[in-house]
């Protein structure tokens, strides 16, 4: 029997993996719908695609040709105009006009005014921008017909879960559908659920979000010593940017190896980086140097691109701004990963899901503020999904997946009183971690702490501090506190 291809688009990468892996066909391809058209794009497409940095860069050549009131702050360094650039792409993805979201007519006027200026220019020199792509394609696809079939057999994954879509845009949605009603097209459903989990809480509880990371790593290590493996435990939050520090910070106290699913920032090896004899001893390091270089390329050839339009960019600031946005992943990951919830998405069954950072108000997430838009115009006009229902979905989700689910909330945050999401109405049972201390917690408990460097240097102090004076020859030793550097609590004569 004859092997034909096949394309694979599921919401996540791991999704359309997992899927491949069942199709078990060796000219299978797993994408992503975003990668799909970008990948389609660059075969059948007739422009050159820009980012929204180079986007940013044109918009900002284009603001002296606007007589501007409302938007005069805007400069070509001014991080609003990020926001600008990415309101103007997605007006296009969602084939939405400014006036649905009600603006003073003066303010709608300058953002259509600049907004055409930059139109006018993408067309005057054969560029297109995400919006643009995701127009022209579907018109390829349904003018063309070599373009669906030069991929085969087609599998499109469920993009849509208990109300919430995995699809960015309507045009995508369009996309989607299309490939859904023509052509050799699958529908392949998520594994039904397993609805066994079981709850528990650690005990004590945690007090403030150090004491909830450690609680989450002493449950860890505790699912360890009983045998369990350390791929059976993920460890996932809603707030990976906040907590990913602490957690990698406090790994060795636990004897524990773990990874943020999100990689580390770039910009914390950059000091390394400069010192190049460390960084060629390293893996890590050598991999964050590359990165580096590959960044700064990039940025030079931004540079070039927008010289070529008589544009000026500044070359330093933009590679800060990358810099910042990435992040380094291990290739050799070993020990428990800390992820995001919509990560978990693409999996089936996870034995031990330990889920931190509970409480209102980290879950759901607050939603991103923006001067253009709206929370709800977002759901309304740009296809966005409802906050409150992803986050219920990825809780659903979780639920479905797990054998057991640990549910771990900070009591405090500074001196903020923090309650329980309230999504999570489930009776969890307590789950004891006292027994599991680091050192650093039983010298706040002023508790000795058996250490093989130490306890040589204090057995020789002893003997010291009994032999040379006969005044401390019926006295029992001082605690260990007085080693420390804090006064006895009497004088010694």
Do not use: W
Not at 94 to 120: C, I, M, P, R
Not at 177 to 193: C, I, K, M, P
Not at 255 to 280: F, H, N, V
């Amino acid at each position: 029997m004859s092997i034909t291809p096949q394309l694979i688009l599921a919401p996540s990468i791991h999704r359309a993996k997992q899927i491949e892996r069942e199709q078990n066909n060796p000219l299978a391809q797993a994408l992503t719908l975003d990668n799909f058209i970008r990948t389609a794009y660059d075969r059948y497409g007739t422009k050159r695609l820009i980012d929204q940095t180079e986007a940013k860069y044109i918009l900002a050549a284009q603001l002296e040709k606007v007589q501007r009131k409302y938007f005069d702050y805007l400069t070509s360094q001014s991080e609003a105009l990020n926001e600008v650039a990415a309101f103007f792409i997605d007006l296009k993805r969602n084939d939405v006009t400014l006036s649905a979201f009600g603006y003073a007519k003066d303010k709608e006027n300058e953002l259509q005014v600049l907004f055409d200026h930059y139109n006018l220019f993408l067309d005057e020199h054969s560029l297109a921008d995400a919006g643009d792509v995701e127009i022209e394609l579907l018109a390829i696809l349904e003018n063309n017909v070599e373009a669906l079939t030069a991929f085969g057999e087609i599998i499109v994954d469920s993009f849509d879960a208990n109300g919430v879509h995995f699809e960015s845009s309507k045009l995508q949605k369009k996309i989607l559908s299309f490939l859904q009603t023509n052509g050799t097209v699958s529908y392949r459903s998520q594994t039904a659920a397993q609805g066994s989990c079981k709850f528990f809480q650690p005990q004590p509880a945690p007090f403030n979000q150090i004491d909830e990371v450690a609680a989450v790593l002493k449950i860890a290590r505790k699912l360890l010593d009983e045998g369990v493996q350390a791929e059976e435990i993920i460890i996932v939050t809603s707030a990976i940017d906040e907590y990913a520090s602490i957690f990698e910070s406090l790994l060795a106290s636990y004897g524990l190896k773990g990874y943020s699913s999100k990689g580390t920032p770039l910009r914390s090896y950059l000091p390394l980086i400069k010192k190049r004899k460390e960084a060629a001893k390293d893996e890590l390091l050598i991999q964050a140097s590359n990165t580096y270089e590959r960044l700064k390329s990039s940025v030079h050839q931004v540079d070039e691109r927008m010289s070529r339009f008589e544009i000026v960019i500044d070359h330093d600031a933009l590679l800060e701004e990358r810099v910042d946005q990435t992040r380094i992943k291990d290739r050799n990951l070993q020990g428990i990963m800390l992820t995001e919830p919509n990560q978990l998405l693409s999996l089936q069954h996870v034995k031990h899901l330990i889920f931190m950072g509970t409480d209102m108000s980290h879950f759901p997430p607050k939603a991103s503020e923006s001067f253009l838009v709206t929370q709800k115009q977002k759901q309304e006009f740009l296809h966005g999904n409802s906050i409150y229902l992803s986050s219920q979905n990825h809780y659903l989700h979780m639920k479905d997946i797990s054998d057991n689910l640990y549910i771990v909330t900070a009591t405090y945050k500074g001196k903020t009183k923090l309650a329980r999401s309230l999504m999570i109405t489930e009776q969890c049972e307590d789950f004891d971690v006292s027994d599991y201390q680091a050192q650093h917690e039983l010298l706040r408990e002023q508790k000795r702490v058996a250490n093989g460097d130490i306890e040589p240097y204090l057995d020789d102090v002893s003997t010291l501090y009994h032999t040379q004076n006969k005044y401390f020859e019926e006295r029992t030793l001082p605690p260990l506190i007085l080693f420390l550097g804090e006064s006895p609590s009497q004088d010694v004569k």
